[in-house]
């Protein structure tokens, strides 16, 4: 399967844990991105990244929220201090260049629960 | 800001029907709009991408259209199926780069 793939699929934390989550994106896709959808919502951009450059980082993307792409391949979300509002699933997408025109491709998600 | 907005929230219709899913969005300047469908607790899978020169594109039983200088699109669903339950999506990306979603259309195909 040569999509994007993210892991895990889900995660159950407690309040004030901290989580990781990972996406690979499609191979030699330059750029990454960051969504996050709530109950009912549409998905909402967080921030995205060029090869290793992250470019531009959501208001809703609060300083306990941190992302990387070390390589320009692969990369993190990390939530630190994880509170219940951030219960959402995660999507990440990707695509093959800096054009914006092109199609984003989205992975299954991770699905984020905060008891 | 760019909003984008869908109408129906929510739509049930029999089997074999066709219906059509509407979107708006309040700033034309977009490079392009897509359509997307997601299940229920799962990730979103594309549908149809329209380019801002294009005015519609088709696949199999489904043509979107768009018409930039109003800000509207519609996807048109011919012969529904049961399969076809789900959650549709659109949304259109800014010259600013960024992807704004509409809250999405629950279709259920009632067999």
């Known amino acids: 399967d040569t999509g994007v793939s993210q892991n895990p699929r889900h995660k159950i934390t407690k309040r004030g844990q901290n989580v990781t989550f990972r996406c690979d994106p499609i191979?030699?896709?330059?750029?990454l991105y960051w969504y996050r959808q709530t109950l009912g919502q549409g998905p909402e951009f967080l921030t995205y990244f060029q090869n290793e450059a992250q470019l531009e980082k959501s208001r809703l993307l609060s300083d306990r929220f941190s992302a990387e792409r070390p390589k320009g391949s692969f990369s993190t979300l990390e939530i630190q201090r994880t509170e219940q509002g951030d219960s959402a699933m995660y999507l990440c997408?990707?695509?093959?260049?800096?054009?914006?025109?092109?199609?984003?491709?989205f992975g299954p998600g991770t699905r984020l629960t905060v008891l | 800001k760019q909003e984008v907005t869908q109408i129906p929230a929510a739509l049930s219709v029999p089997e074999g029907e066709n219906l059509v899913l509407n979107c708006s969005f309040t700033?034309?300047?977009?490079?392009?709009l897509q359509w997307f469908r997601q299940d229920p607790g799962k990730g979103l899978t594309s549908l149809l991408l329209i380019q801002s020169s294009q005015r519609e594109q088709t696949s199999g039983r489904l043509n979107a259209s768009l018409d930039k200088s109003s800000g509207r699109s519609t996807l048109y669903i011919a012969a529904s199926q049961p399969g076809d339950s789900a959650t549709y999506l659109c949304a259109v990306t800014n010259r600013d780069d960024k992807i704004i979603f509409g809250k999405g259309t629950r279709l259920h195909i009632l067999p």
């Open positions: 191979s030699e896709h330059n750029r």
């Open positions: 997408a990707s695509s093959p260049s800096a054009l914006s025109y092109n199609e984003q491709f």
């Open positions: 700033d034309s300047a977009i490079y392009n």
